[in-house]
């Protein structure tokens, strides 16, 4: 499999609101590269958001905002490339409302949520969030909510579905994301 692993995290709960974002590149089902930065949201942080993610308004301030960030990451995003997250909804809208608050180019691309590959083939857990599917099929995840973090254990899950369930049960999670 090739794809790309995203994971977001945000400022506040705005989606247009990301200040920190991660993509894992995985080529013949290999990790080959990572990306991270943060990102300056231009927004205040939610003192929630700053309890999940650890990220302050300090740690951003001389960050790229997201359109600077969003020049070197639009390659990733075309209509012939699988782009996947644990949670896709919330990662797609981060992306959406982010071009639509920039005013940038709405990308189209494909895209697979592995919470719903992870509801599909193991039902019996009690949850199926990223650090339980993780424990599930003992996926190393450091840091839960370090974006990068978050984006290698998405990738490894994804990896893992695929060696063990094969083509076809992934390609029926495939979207196109417009």
């Known amino acids: 499999m090739n794809f790309i692993a995203i994971d977001f995290e945000t400022a506040a709960s705005k989606r ?3 200040c920190s974002v991660a993509l894992t590149i995985v080529r013949n089902n290999q990790v080959i590269d990572e990306f991270y930065s943060l990102i300056n949201p231009e927004v205040d942080f939610n003192w929630r958001n700053i309890k999940v993610h650890g990220i302050h308004t300090k740690d951003v301030e001389d960050a790229p905002t997201f359109p600077e960030i969003w020049e070197h990451i639009k390659t990733f995003f075309t209509s012939n490339q699988l782009v996947i997250a ?3 909804p919330f990662d797609n809208s981060v992306i959406k409302q982010s071009i639509i608050r920039y005013n940038l180019e709405m990308p189209k691309y494909l895209t697979l949520d592995t919470l ?3 509801k ?3 039902k019996e857990l009690e949850n199926h969030k990223l650090n339980t599917v993780c424990d599930k099929l003992n996926i190393e995840l450091k840091h839960h909510h370090n974006a990068l973090d978050d984006s290698l ?6 990896i893992n579905q695929y060696k063990n369930h094969g083509k076809d ?3 029926k999670f495939i979207r196109l994301k417009k």
Not at 153 to 158: D, G, S
Request: with cysteine; aromatic share 10%.
């Open 86 to 88: 644990h949670n896709a």
């Open 120 to 122: 599909e083939l193991y």
């Open 169 to 171: 049960f992934i390609q």
């Open 16 to 18: 247009a609101s990301a």
């Open 153 to 158: 254990a998405c990738a490894n899950i994804l």
């Open 116 to 118: 719903k590959t992870s």
